[in-house]
């Protein structure tokens, strides 16, 4: 107890109050924070405007969504490459002679979830040191696999500018071939409740959205959409009319995801239709 | 959300501001607009305490967003600045929720690799980007309770029912949070003074 005062007084002297001038984030020009501030007005019209009466979501959660599922993808894919390089050698020199250029610019946290290298290091050196086979026996499968991630990858920015532009017929499609096609279970999930969201958006398909949500929990009850697929179950019932339903898939939500963003929604939706 | 800290002890909002509230929620765009000016630059220092990396500005237009939609429900019972420092929590917490859900299956945040521009912008500015620095090398589950409680004024038992964490483990993660930063913060006290003899 005397240590945790001793923590607080120390701590006291070392944190900045929140507040409104410059610090800890670095200030924006006048034109930057007009054009952020501008930017989320706009997304935040549809749905503010959006009628009582049928349930209207914004796509930017999903656009977020995706844009992290892409995010993750180039990661990987970067990954991939580096891991599957046809000149190793070049990769390996800087890991051996300086790890501590890995550790001290990842902390424990990062540390914590960083791509194996222990699996990374043997594995290409091998491929150095056999003079080639390895090398040639890993690299046909290992581009092949990258290949197929950065074609959906890049399936999935062509969706997501026909969606942008208001060409969501097109970029359902699109979203529609990606999740079936792709072989990363992330990139399917991503597909899936984008295509899913277009459905119950701008496609005035609430079915087919339906069954969109369903197929992803059904393959990732887990998964990291699963929080928007749940809520969206909810979204299509109501636009289906089918109350009981929708109660149930509200519930399911909020027992599932009690902190999500979306609780306070959900919690307020649920109270109106116990009032209905 | 129960009460914070903050909130208990914070005067009622200025005039303007319960104007600008008033209209934003009968939908005026330009008190929207005037509102989220208002608020960004704590929003964009909120979000920075708790987050490393570049993509600041994607939370805080997520924070803004919702702000604007949830505004409605805001009771006007603490200080406005209070209740979206609490939007920009929750907001940050969810994204960060799903950033480390993908970060599981391919590779970690690099640590915000920091240049300092703020020649002119005062010690108080200096003082926040080195405990941010510092911050930046702390595990999330250290970091997240620090900031929760020593910047945003939660208590440690509202913190660890958010966190979903035991209450002995949240204090034992602040505890150890603050002996590293600590450390951290000594580094860069030394490394200032080495660079002040030469």
Request: charged share 30%.
């Amino acid at each position: 107890m005397i240590m945790d005062r001793r923590f607080e007084r120390e701590a006291k002297s070392v944190f900045v109050p929140l507040g409104d001038e410059p610090g800890p984030a670095t200030p924006l020009t006048e034109a930057e924070k007009n054009a952020l501030v501008q930017a989320a007005v706009r997304r935040a019209r549809p749905r503010r405007s959006a009628s009582p009466s049928r349930p209207r979501r914004a796509l930017w959660q999903t656009a977020a969504a995706v844009t992290l599922a892409l995010t993750a993808l180039g990661a990987a894919a970067a990954a991939v490459r580096t891991f599957f390089s046809p000149a190793p050698a070049v990769e390996i020199a800087p890991r051996v002679h300086a790890p501590e250029v890995t550790t001290t610019s990842r902390e424990p946290a990062s540390r914590e979830s960083a791509v194996p290298e222990p699996a990374v290091a043997p594995e290409a050196t091998a491929a150095v040191e056999v003079g080639g086979d390895a090398e040639r026996s890993i690299a046909p499968a290992a581009s092949s696999a990258s290949r197929e991630r950065v074609r959906a990858r890049d399936l999935l920015r062509e969706a997501n500018g026909l969606r942008a532009k208001g060409y969501y017929a097109r970029a359902e499609r699109v979203y529609a071939s990606v999740a079936r096609s792709a072989t990363e279970a992330g990139d399917v999930e991503a597909a899936t409740i984008a295509a899913a969201e277009l459905r119950l958006e701008q496609l005035n398909d609430p079915s087919g959205a339906l069954a969109s949500y369903r197929d992803t929990l059904a393959r990732r009850p887990a998964g990291i959409l699963a929080e928007e697929a749940r809520y969206g179950l909810a979204r299509c019932h109501r636009a289906l009319g089918n109350a009981d339903a929708e109660r149930a898939a509200l519930k399911a939500f909020l027992a599932r995801h009690p902190n999500s963003v979306l609780a306070i929604e959900a919690t307020g939706r649920l109270r109106a239709l116990e009032v209905e | 959300m129960s009460t914070r800290l903050v909130e208990r002890a914070a005067p009622i909002n200025p005039p303007e501001v319960q104007a600008l509230i008033a209209r934003a929620v009968r939908g005026e765009e330009s008190a929207l607009h005037s509102l989220g000016m208002r608020v960004m630059p704590r929003v964009r220092n909120a979000v920075r305490y708790l987050v490393r990396g570049d993509e600041i500005d994607d939370i805080v237009q997520d924070v803004l967003v919702t702000v604007f939609e949830r505004l409605a429900s805001y009771s006007g019972e603490g200080r406005f600045e209070a209740w979206v420092d609490g939007v920009a929590l929750r907001v940050t917490l969810g994204r960060m929720r799903k950033l480390r859900a993908l970060q599981r299956r391919t590779e970690p945040l690099a640590v915000d690799a920091i240049s300092e521009p703020g020649a002119g912008l005062g010690p108080r500015y200096a003082t926040s980007r080195q405990l941010v620095r510092a911050l930046d090398h702390l595990a999330d589950h250290q970091r997240m309770p620090l900031v929760m409680h020593h910047v945003f004024g939660w208590t440690v038992p509202e913190i660890a029912a958010e966190l979903a964490a035991p209450l002995e483990t949240v204090r034992t993660r602040m505890r150890d949070g603050m002996i590293k930063l600590r450390m951290q913060l000594e580094v860069y006290v030394g490394d200032d003074r080495r660079e002040e003899r030469r």
